[in-house]
Nanobody
Framework: QVELVESGGGLVQAGGSLRLSCAAS????????MAWYRQAPGKQRDVVAF???????NYADSVKGRFTISRDNAKNTVYLQMNSLKPEDTAVYLC??????????WGQGTQVTVSS
């Protein structure tokens, strides 16, 4: 079992930055997949970025060059640095991790609102 707590969301003007954090209740060093998803009202939940246990990363085309995912195994935390934010980035951002067993866990989400 892994409990995830996201933080760092809020209201920001277009062009601004936010850093989201996802703190896990246990060691993340063995988690082979950690990701940030987002879901806007009336839309499906989409992956924004993910990072593997070897720190390989991948990004959705819409955020490439603006967002950076990273992990700090010592702090059991994964981050999402979001720069040059746009109104279309407005959504609830959720942390997701998958253990080696294949079982996945979701956080409760944090709201990001970007005003124009």
């Amino acid at each position: 079992q892994v409990e995830l707590v996201e933080s760092g969301g809020g209201l920001v003007q277009a062009g601004g930055s936010l850093r989201l954090s996802c703190a896990a209740s246990r060691s993340i060093s063995s988690l082979n997949y950690m990701a940030w998803y987002r879901q806007a009202p009336g839309k499906q939940r989409d992956v924004v970025a993910f990072i593997t246990s070897s720190s390989s990363t991948n990004y959705a085309d819409s955020v490439k060059g603006r967002f950076t995912i990273s992990r700090d195994n010592a702090k059991n935390t994964v981050y999402l640095q979001m720069n040059s934010l746009k109104p279309e980035d407005t959504a609830v951002y959720l942390c997701y991790v998958r253990a080696q067993s294949g079982i996945g866990y979701w956080g409760q989400g944090t709201q990001v609102t970007v005003s124009s």
